[in-house]
T-cell receptor, first 121, second 109 residues
């Protein structure tokens, strides 16, 4: 069965960086884009971007001012999210999600369990 | 950028009642690009409906989606206690690729 398993919770100080991993299993990793999304406490879902797992090309949401890096290790079917120059407002649950693409549409069919990142001095 | 506005913010219903959730786009969109998700406390979202009206695998037929243009609706024909959750609509387009509505919280009395 398809699974996305994320790394554990992180506590970071403002200005630091954090890396979150997302290990996929149960399907061919390079056949589906991996998206990254986040959810601040009590808030809605925010799309951060995605990575083409076939060629490794990332696309970032404009709101993050170059603080994001998406990467892959296809040998272990794992995607990584790095966020640098953390601010307290980056405290959130970070999700990876598999994009199921069809024709001109698509949706997220599988999600990781989420990784809580807390930024506090 | 297209904005999705969901209403109401909160819906409080008794078991067996019908729930009607609205998602309005700031400009006309293709129904192919509209999906609905359910998120229960402490869980990741799960897809309910894609292409505005197609139920995802394993989703009960109590859930249905409809709409076109700028107005889309998620309906739950007879709500059950386990339907307590926040429901999000999501748009897929070229730029930016993905946008979510602000969510509707459904409470079951």
């Amino acid at each position: 069965q398809v699974q996305l398993v994320q790394s554990g919770s992180e506590l970071k100080k403002p200005g630091a960086s954090v890396r979150v991993s997302c290990k996929a299993s149960g399907y061919t990793f390079t056949h589906h884009f991996i998206n990254w999304l986040r959810q601040a406490p009590g808030q809605g879902l925010e799309w951060m971007g995605f990575i083409d797992t076939n060629i490794g090309n990332p696309t970032y949401a404009q709101d993050f001012s170059g603080r994001l890096v998406f990467s892959l290790d296809t040998s272990v079917s794992t995607a990584y999210l790095q966020v640098s120059s953390l601010k307290t407002e980056d405290s959130a649950i970070y999700y990876c999600a598999r994009w199921f693409h069809f024709g001109s549409g698509g949706y997220y069919d599988y999600w990781g369990q989420g990784t809580l990142v807390t930024v506090s001095s | 950028e297209i904005v999705l506005t969901q209403s109401p913010g909160t819906l409080s219903l008794s078991p067996g009642e019908r729930a009607t959730l609205s998602c309005r786009a700031s400009q006309s969109i293709s129904s192919t690009h509209l999906a609905w998700y359910q998120q229960k406390p402490g869980q990741a979202p799960r897809v309910l409906i894609f292409s505005a009206s197609t139920r995802a695998i394993g989703i009960p037929d109590r859930f249905s989606g409809s709409g076109s243009g700028t107005d889309f609706t998620l309906s739950i024909s007879r709500v059950e206690p386990q339907d307590s959750a926040v429901y999000y609509c999501q748009l897929y387009r070229n730029s930016p690729p993905v946008t979510f509505g602000g969510g509707t919280k459904v409470e079951i009395k």
